[in-house]
């Protein structure tokens, strides 16, 4: 049985800083790209980064310099270390594992508020 298990999620004044974890099972972890999305409310769920097996990285353009994504396959976890957190940042932010399928985690909720 495959689980993506985000952790990390909370409320964080701007400025501030988090890291989200996602613990996965049931997988070749060290195959996949792994990836973090987030969903704002009333918006689509968006790319924020992905990190391949060879641990290249990719970031949306809104993210570049604040976030960090990073991934430990003796664990078989990736994190997202995010800092200069903004409003804007405000979302559901889900795990994504892709590779010969695709899996997803259930959700952390990240919110920025003063």
């Known amino acids: 049985q495959v689980q993506l298990v985000e952790s990390g999620g909370g409320l964080v004044q701007p400025g501030g800083s988090l ?35 060879a641990s290249s990285t990719n970031y949306a353009d809104s993210v570049k310099g604040r976030f960090t994504i990073s991934r430990d396959n003796t664990k078989t976890t990736v994190y997202l270390q995010m800092n200069s957190l903004k409003p804007d940042d405000t979302a559901i932010y889900y ?10 985690g259930q959700g952390t909720q990240v919110t920025v508020s003063s």
């Not at 996602?22 to 990836?35: D, Q, R, T």
């Not at 795990?95 to 997803?104: G, L």
């Open 95 to 104: 795990c994504n594992a892709r590779w010969s399928r695709e899996f997803w």
């Open 19 to 53: 890291r989200l974890s996602c613990a996965a099972s049931g997988i070749a972890f060290s195959l996949y790209v792994m990836g973090w999305y987030r969903q704002a409310p009333g918006k689509q769920r968006e790319l924020v980064a992905t990190i391949n097996s």
